[in-house]
T-cell receptor
Framework: DGGITQSPKYLFRKEGQNVTLSCEQN?????MYWYRQDPGQGLRLIYY???????QKGDIAEGYSVSREKKESFPLTVTSAQKNPTAFYLC???????????FGDGTRLSIL | SQQGEEDPQALSIQEGENATMNCSYK?????LQWYRQNSGRGLVHLIL?????REKHSGRLRVTLDTSKKSSSLLITASRAADTASYFC?????????????FGRGTQLTVWP
């Protein structure tokens, strides 16, 4: 079945550590997105990519980095510069921008 | 902010009743989308309505769009306990070359058996 796979489901970060969240899709979608969701909040866009080897900052990109070397993969690195990383992270993809997005089941990141 | 804002923030009803959620936005849009999120899961797309459309149906879901009031509503008829979830509206700003979605904070719907 086609879909988006995020891993791991739960992740713990130590102070000063970088961690990478995985996002893989087999839907052949060009566009991919990373969102952050805090309790009781909507989704805030971190980064998005319209095509391979290209990506743009969203509303809250500071302290995060991404790469888009393959169409299927869009990993997100939470760097030590992100001082408040505890949140639920969601990856999504769509055929093209402005079209309905398909979401993974998220990674919950916590601080040790 | 160009976000949609849902109203009410929380809604609690009995099975069989209808549930209505509203979304207001600030700028002209290309389309508006409704999503559902079960607790601890990703979002699932429900319906997309374009700016030149006024109403769309999908099963027990009915979405309306009033561009003059910059508002949309999602109606779930004959609700079931399984409809318990958060519901989000998201807008695509008209004329944007980037076409990204702007999400609201959601309405938490609880349907009691």
């Amino acid at each position: 079945d086609g879909g988006i796979t995020q891993s791991p489901k739960y992740l713990f970060r130590k102070e000063g550590q970088n961690v990478t969240l995985s996002c893989e899709q087999n839907l052949n979608h060009d566009a991919m997105y990373w969102y952050r969701q805090d309790p009781g909040q909507g989704l805030r866009l971190i980064y998005y990519s319209q095509i391979v080897n290209d990506f743009q900052k969203g509303d809250i990109a500071e302290g995060y980095s991404v790469s888009r070397e393959k169409k299927e993969s869009f990993p997100l690195t939470v760097t030590s510069a992100q001082k408040n990383p505890t949140a639920f992270y969601l990856c999504a993809s769509s055929i093209s921008v402005s079209q309905p997005q398909h979401f993974g089941d998220g990674t919950r990141l916590s601080i040790l | 902010s160009q976000q949609g804002e849902e109203d009410p923030q929380a809604l609690s009803i009995q099975e069989g009743e209808n549930a209505t959620m509203n979304c207001s936005y600030k700028t002209s849009i290309n389309n508006l989308q409704w999503y559902r999120q079960n607790s601890g899961r990703g979002l699932v797309h429900l319906i997309l309505i374009r700016s030149n459309e006024r109403e769309k149906h999908s099963g027990r879901l009915r979405v309306t769009l009033d561009t003059s009031k910059k508002s949309s509503s999602l109606l779930i008829t004959a609700s079931r306990a399984a409809d318990t979830a958060s519901y989000f509206c998201a807008t695509v700003v008209r004329g944007s070359t980037l076409g990204r979605l702007y999400f609201g904070r959601g309405t938490q719907l609880t349907v009691w058996p």
